[in-house]
C-alpha cells in the first residue's frame, strides 16, 4: 500500500493515543504535552509535542510530537501529526463541524509558518501555546515568516490564541535539548 | 502499527510514483502535474497537483496530489504529498543536501501558507508555479495570510521561485472544477 508520511508512532505517542485522558484546564493538558515532548526527545525526536483536547470537557482526541528526523519527513512537526491523528480519530479533515465539540490544540511552542496553516486549515477553535517563537529561535529553529499578528490573523479567523502556558517550563525543555547537542534540523541552505 | 496520514494513494498517482519519467523543460512537468490534477479530480479529489523533479536532469522523484476531503486530512495538500513522497523515497528529511542533485517542486497553484512553509523546510532549491494564489481564491480556496512579499522570502531563504508556468491552463481546470460543483473545502468557521 502506498502512503505518504507512513512511519510508526513511537511507543511512548502510540500509547498516549490509546489512553483515556481527560484534563480540565489548560495548565494540566499543557503539563501532558510537555511532558510528551520529554519523552519524544528521550526517544530520539525534536523536543516538540502538541495534543488535540476537547475544549469544554478536556477529552483527549490525539497526541502528536515532532518527528522529522526519526521519520525523515520535514513536515513531520508535533502539530501536523496531533492534527492529523484527531482528524483520523474523527473521520474528517475538518475538526470544526457543526456537530461536534469544538477543539483546542495545546502546542509545547507556538506554531511555525507551516504549521500556522496546519492549524487554519484544520478546524480547530482554540490553540493553547507554551514558549513563543523567539524561544523557539533563541535555540537555533526556524519559524519562518510569520505575520507579525499572526494571533490576529488566526483570532480574525474564528481561532481563539492563548500564549505563555506554563512557558518556563516549555523554554527550559528547549534549552535542555540545546544544551545536550540535539539535532537542529533546519533544510539545509 | 500506529501511523499519522495513512492514507492509500489513487491508483493513477501510485503509477505516476512508480514510473520513469524524465521531463527536461519547466513547460513539460507542469504539463505532467496539469495531467495529474485532471486525473485528481476524476478521482475525487481537489483540482491540484504537484511533483518533485531533479532540477538539472528532470527526473521525477515524486508525483503528489491534494486528496484533502477523499484522505479525511486537513493536511494532505499536494505538495506535502508529493514532498513526503519524495522525502521517502530520497530517504532523508532534507531534500537540499550537499551531495545529492537540487530538488524542484512544480506545482499546479502557488501554495497556501500551510505548504509555502512546508516548502521552506523540505529543502527544494526551486519551485515553480501554474496558477496564482489570486487564481486559486476567485474559485473560493483560501491561501491564508501569505506575507506579500512571499516570493522574496523563499529567495532569501535559497528557494528560486518561478511563477505563471501554462498559468492559463492551471486557471482552465480550477474554473471547470468550480462550474462542476466540486467541494470547496475550507475548514467551517
Known sequence: METPLNFELPEFLARANSQTVILPNAQDRMRFVLD???????????????????????????????????????CAHAEVVALSLAQRRLGHYDLG???????????????????????????????????????????????GPKPQDWVGELRRRGIEVRSDVLRDQACELLRAYQAAGGPIYNASR
Chains 1, 2 share one sequence.
Open 97 to 143: 463541524q457543526p456537530d461536534s465539540p469544538a477543539c483546542e490544540l495545546v502546542s509545547s511552542a507556538e506554531p511555525c509558518l507551516m504549521c500556522m496553516g496546519a492549524v487554519l486549515w484544520s478546524g480547530v477553535r482554540y490553540l493553547v501555546c507554551g514558549a513563543r517563537g523567539e524561544d523557539v529561535t533563541a535555540v537555533g529553529f526556524d519559524e
Open 36 to 74: 510528551l515532548a520529554r519523552e519524544n526527545v528521550a526517544a530520539g525526536g525534536g523536543p516538540f509535542a502538541a495534543a488535540v483536547f476537547e475544549h469544554d470537557s478536556g477529552r483527549l482526541l490525539a497526541a502528536g510530537a515532532n518527528r522529522v528526523v526519526a521519520s525523515g519527513y520535514s
